[in-house]
């Protein structure tokens, strides 16, 4: 096996540890606020805030910082954070002093770790795998955590019930340290080219226009975003409609969520395929496309069980599929046409523009489904994902088939600036 390979194989083994894990905290821990500690609402809600604030905070500046360090180190470095951190979790619980406190730092802090993981991670790979193999690095990946997501909930829950919901948490913080281990094995990425010292703010508006003034890049990350709103307008309220208006119950909405995200699987093994047929970008907007569309199938769900069974599972697996597929084609895109010395910055800044969208579409299904209904507010939500489709299908990118048709702006040398 040569070295790429073998370093591909590591890289993908790193992230299914970690991923699985992750998954299972998850579940471990609001389950550590609400069975040991006896949580609010309103503290499950601060818990869950906390764990996903740092990206739209930190991720612009992350990703400058990004570009001027060792990307692989900081992969490490996180994983290690993410487990200290995490492991604290049960030595707190085993000596009887876990609090609500605790776990607030422990979400928000393992969040800005996997905000530097997550902006590095996406940098790294252009650095150490051949640009012609990095659609399939990244369906290998791909593949990875989406299986880690499909089996990781369920294994936390078969955990949490048999060992308690902190050894569970133990258990993701192993999956870091497994992670670290793996990731300090492969090849490391070049030093960063020495530059003029510059204002860290510098950094960050060179990552953002070259961004905004690279039209295929852009269009389709502002188009996921309007997608991504009005998936979580649906997903804000999608729990409630399957139980309240479907009458479906535990088991089953369980058993739907794990067969619908097979699909995830499924569009990561095929990612590059699909490319290879139809070109990137149609395969970026039929990826699209099923993401923002499928969820069609959950509002007009109805009739017996087994109807709206069927029904449901579809719907997630056209749409963890579709994901899968225009996830892969738009960061290998992204990856092999932006200069490696901003990658950092051009990741980050297209995801807060995603992340941000995250809460903003959860209050709103929030409200919709107070004010409309939960039905009404699952077709608000198809028809957002429906425009976010059409946005994709009328950027440039429907004119790409491979990197070699994206002309970007060279981007000049930074200028010195005087540092107080």
Aim: with cysteine; proline share 6%; charged share 10%.
């Amino acid at each position: 096996m040569s070295r790429m390979n073998r370093d591909l194989l590591t890289l993908s083994t790193a992230q299914t540890f970690s991923a699985v894990g992750s998954q299972v905290t998850i579940v471990a821990l609001p389950l550590s606020a609400v069975l040991m500690l006896d949580a609010t609402p309103a503290e499950m809600g601060l818990l869950a805030a906390l764990a996903v604030l740092p990206y739209p905070v930190l991720a612009l500046w992350v990703g400058a910082w990004v570009d001027r360090l060792r990307r692989r180190r900081i992969l490490i470095i996180a994983d290690w954070c993410r487990a200290v951190l995490l492991g604290s979790v049960p030595v707190a619980a085993l000596f009887g002093v876990l609090g609500m406190t605790q776990l607030y730092l422990v979400a928000c802090l393992a969040g800005c770790a996997s905000v530097w993981f997550d902006v590095a991670y996406t940098s790294y790979i252009p650095q150490v795998i051949p640009k012609e193999q990095i659609v399939g690095a990244n369906s290998a990946v791909t593949v990875a955590r989406s299986g880690a997501q499909v089996a990781g909930p369920g294994l936390g829950g078969v955990t949490v019930q048999a060992f308690t919901a902190p050894i569970a948490i133990a258990i993701d913080a192993v999956s870091f340290v497994v992670s670290a281990v793996l990731l300090s094995r492969i090849k490391d990425d070049p030093p960063c080219e020495p530059g003029p010292k510059r204002r860290i703010l510098a950094d960050v508006v060179e990552g953002t226009r070259y961004l905004l003034r690279t039209p295929v890049l852009a269009m389709p990350a502002f188009a996921m975003s309007l997608v991504n709103l009005f998936n979580f307008v649906l997903l804000a309220v999608f729990a409630l409609y399957v139980v309240e208006v479907l009458h479906i119950g535990a088991a089953l909405y369980g058993t739907i969520l794990l067969l619908g995200g097979l699909g995830a699987v499924v569009g990561g093994v095929f990612a590059g395929t699909v490319a290879k047929r139809l070109g990137t970008g149609r395969a970026v907007i039929v990826g699209t496309a099923l993401f923002g569309l499928a969820p069609v199938l959950v509002a007009s769900a109805g009739g017996d069980v087994l109807a709206v069974v069927l029904m449901l599972v579809a719907a997630q697996f056209l749409t963890t599929l579709g994901l899968s597929v225009l996830d892969v084609n738009l960061v290998s895109l992204r990856q092999t046409t932006t200069p490696v010395r901003i990658q950092g910055r051009v990741g980050a800044t297209i995801r807060m523009v995603n992340w941000s969208m995250k809460p903003l579409g959860a209050v709103l299904g929030g409200v919709l489904g107070e004010q409309i209904g939960l039905r009404p507010t699952i077709w608000v939500a198809v028809a957002g994902g429906a425009a976010g489709a059409l946005w994709m299908l009328l950027s440039p990118i429907r004119r790409v088939r491979t990197d070699r048709d994206v002309t970007t702006e060279p981007i000049p040398d930074p200028v010195p600036e005087a540092v107080s």
